[in-house]
């Protein structure tokens, strides 16, 4: 009996790159687990099951380490590998020996490269989940109505996220996209990975608008409450509603979808949001279940908290850096500052706010400033102690295997981040892939574009009343827009949003480089320092990868919106 895959298909494919040993079935490889497609579509259980093997997709081992992996481990992995690693507002030391072809973005557009092809990968693999679902759904005589219809909710829903990231990655800006008509995606709904040609990309809006138009009415019809955080539900539903919305300029179903998403979730604390992120909030929609044990060192914690093991115990690769430019421009009262380690926090004397460009006491080739300098050292990890949220639940930050004490090894680089802890050997933790201060930025901006300017003031002043003592937001016009902007990228820091979002208001993305001696300087290795227009790299679109191009005959290469130069159409 054929097997449907359920937790994971495409780890072969995720993790190579190319497409030489994939098969043309790389959308229907062996299962880690799996259900009869027959159970999935007569069976309730079977289909439930089914979703469930969905969720897990999303946070699970996907291969082995090599150099084109570093734990690929699904949602929090894809959104912070394409949504904060190549943004101007992080820099991750773990990622560095891909050089400046990665940094320098010209990986985006080559499809033999792996990158393209992981996001590609991961959101066709849900996508076939999800159809293999719904193809049965309806038809389905067990279970209650309100059970098949929890059921088609969740799948449609999930289908449409998989879409969304598609879109926000292969596809041009709407305002470039000639009303939509520019050809982007394979737009599948049922399963499989035969010859299909490309989709305009608004046939691919409109199925996701569909998807989640039908997913609400389901919810609401079915009365759903979900299990946990880790299911999508209709708060959920109209969260990734308003991110689609937001792609496609439609400020109105922006607004209307994200202020919906957002009630009834109250935004976290300043106390809150400097415990560490490891528990989920009074704003958590969606986020990682914090105890997925079977991820192993594979987990996100593992690998960007400041004390997972890739960040601790001599690795090397430290836990990611905010970007000293963008941190200057924070509010002094800012509780958002507190959790980087920048040069205006306590030092050791006779160190100064410049010891930090002195080529004696930072590497200049990673940025690391622990290990060249004893009083550095005892800085960074007095610092350390000050903001760990709780001693007797997490280890000393950037430790030695202990936990106990900084470890001189370890790459602790200037702007280090202490917003995400982990906790226990794993670091485990609720990566948030949804929350309501997102949901309230992308409110502002909608209310800002709709001409609703107390509105936008007010959805501002939700989160940053929340961040800046006696915070009041005056701003108008474009300084209003420019406020909504900066605050998303503070706010939202390394949760996977800031090249997304960049992309879509059409800016250019500056990463400056560090200077020796210059005060004014960046925190950034000179050699990944860039200056991206809005135009560049085809407008911010990743092309279709060879693991698509290579086994789809009916794709038209001429056709691909991101190819960094034209090849022979397949017809011709």
Request: hydrophobic residues 40%; charged residues 20%.
């Amino acid at each position: 009996m054929k097997k449907n895959i359920i937790i994971n298909g495409i780890a072969g494919c995720l993790l190579l790159g190319g497409a030489a040993s994939c098969a043309d079935d790389y959308l229907d490889l062996a299962p880690v687990t799996s259900v009869s497609t027959d159970m999935i579509h007569t069976s309730i259980e079977g289909a439930e099951n089914a979703v469930t093997g969905l969720y897990r997709s999303m946070y699970m081992q996907y291969g082995d380490w090599d150099a084109n992996n570093r734990f690929v481990n699904g949602e929090a992995w894809m959104m912070t590998f394409y949504g904060d690693v190549f943004s101007p507002d992080a820099f991750y030391n773990i990622w560095a020996p891909f050089g400046v072809q990665m940094y320098g973005w010209s990986v985006i557009n080559d499809k033999d490269t792996w990158i393209p092809g992981r996001m590609w990968s991961y959101c066709y693999n849900l996508i076939n989940q999800a159809n293999q679902i719904l193809v049965g759904i309806d038809t389905m005589n067990s279970g209650t109505e309100q059970r098949r219809q929890a059921v088609k909710a969740q799948a449609l829903t999930m289908r449409a996220h998989a879409y969304i990231h598609l879109l926000q990655l292969y596809a041009p800006r709407w305002e470039d996209s000639e009303n939509g008509s520019k050809k982007v995606l394979v737009l599948r709904t049922v399963p499989g990975d035969g010859d299909m040609g490309l989709s305009t990309q608004a046939e691919a809006m409109e199925l996701v608008y569909s998807d989640l138009e039908e997913a609400i009415r389901l919810f609401e019809d079915s009365r759903f409450s979900r299990q946990g955080k880790y299911a999508v539900d209709k708060s959920v539903a109209q969260g990734l509603f308003a991110r689609a919305a937001m792609m496609k300029n439609d400020w109105q179903k922006a607004y209307d979808m994200a202020k919906a998403a957002r009630s009834g979730y109250a935004i976290m604390s300043s106390d809150t949001y400097k415990a560490g992120f490891v528990d989920e909030t009074t704003e958590s929609m969606w986020n990682n279940p914090l105890d997925p044990q079977w991820m192993y060192y594979y987990s996100w914690g593992s690998i960007y908290s400041t004390t997972g093991v890739y960040a601790c115990y001599g690795a090397g690769f430290g836990a990611g850096s905010m970007s000293y430019d963008l941190y200057k421009q924070m509010d002094a009262n800012d509780v958002r500052r507190e959790l980087y380690f920048m040069p205006d926090k306590s030092l050791r004397r006779p160190l100064t706010s410049a010891s930090f460009w002195n080529a004696s006491i930072i590497d200049e080739t990673t940025m690391n400033l622990n290990g060249k300098n004893a009083n550095m050292n005892i800085s960074l990890e007095a610092f350390g102690n000050k903001v760990n949220p709780d001693p007797n639940r997490f280890v000393v930050p950037y430790s030695n295997e202990a936990g106990t004490k900084l470890d001189a090894s370890v790459i602790v680089p200037f702007g280090a981040q202490y917003k995400f802890w982990g906790e226990g050997i794993y670091a485990i933790q609720c990566f948030p892939f949804m929350r309501a201060s997102e949901m309230a930025l992308y409110e502002a901006e909608a209310a800002y574009r709709l001409g609703k300017i107390a509105e936008a003031q007010a959805a501002l002043t939700d989160v940053n009343s929340n961040r800046i003592a006696n915070y009041t937001c005056t701003s108008t016009g474009q300084a209003l827009m420019d406020e909504i902007m900066f605050t998303s990228r503070v706010e939202l820091w390394g949760e996977g949003h800031t090249w997304i979002n960049m992309k879509r208001w059409n800016v250019s993305a500056v990463r400056r480089p560090w200077v020796a001696g210059d005060v004014e300087s960046n925190n950034v290795p000179a050699q990944f320092q860039i200056n991206k227009s809005a135009s560049d790299n085809r407008g911010w679109v990743y092309t279709i990868p060879r693991v698509e191009l290579d086994y789809n005959h009916a794709i038209r290469i001429d056709e691909v919106v991101g190819l960094i130069a034209k090849e022979p159409s397949k017809e011709e």
